[in-house]
């Protein structure tokens, strides 16, 4: 009877015994898996951060390209719109340039027949009612911005004045107009036509 109780005593013990070498067998295994699991999922999640961490840069590359492209905009706009303003300006401030260009002949014919002295008391009354007409015609121009320039006396200079002829002067020095062909005219502060002159040499 004790042999027999000791022998399943024995048995009973070798089965804990395989029991227990099972579990650990599984619970190895297990852990095993579990390592080799945490490993994928880890590289799994470098794999994510990594392509999320590329997307994001490639998005703030191209929200950078955006924003560079709206300032360009932005300053080209601006800048055709201080353009466009200065141009609406300079059209009102000469949009009587090309008719007053058109009148200087006319105003240079009145000037030549003013010149032209006479001592017939009739004719000289003709003329004093021509000089009254051109010196109203002068205040309109003059009202307009038209300015006549002075150019003898004054060194020559290509932007006010048109050389058509050198000449030999003791009261200049070289370089200064001696005489005036043709008057020269400024609407405002621009040129509206340079002078013809003279230039002593």
Known sequence: MKDK???MNINSEEETMETMN?????????AVEDVNESTTVNQEEQAVDMKDNSEL?????ELEEQQQRVLRTQADFDNF???????????AKYA???????????ID?????????????????YAKG????????EGVLKAEGLEEMNSVGQPFNPEFHQAIMQVESDEYEEGIVVEEV????????????????????
Do not use: C, H
Not at 57 to 61: D, E, G, R, T
Not at 185 to 198: C, G, T
């Open 22 to 30: 099972a579990n650990q067998e599984y619970t190895d295994s297990d």
């Open 57 to 61: 840069s490639k998005l703030q590359a």
């Open 130 to 137: 021509v000089e009254m007409i051109f010196r109203q015609l």
């Open 96 to 106: 009587s340039s090309l008719l007053i260009t058109e009148l200087l002949p006319v």
């Open 81 to 91: 719109r201080r353009r466009t303003q200065k141009e609406k300006e300079d059209l």
């Open 5 to 7: 109780q000791k022998s």
């Open 182 to 201: 043709q008057k020269g005219y400024k609407l405002k502060d621009r040129v509206l036509r340079p002078a013809m002159v003279k230039v002593s040499s």
């Open 109 to 125: 014919n009145f000037e030549r027949a003013l010149s032209t002295g006479t001592d017939n008391p009739e004719v000289s009354s």
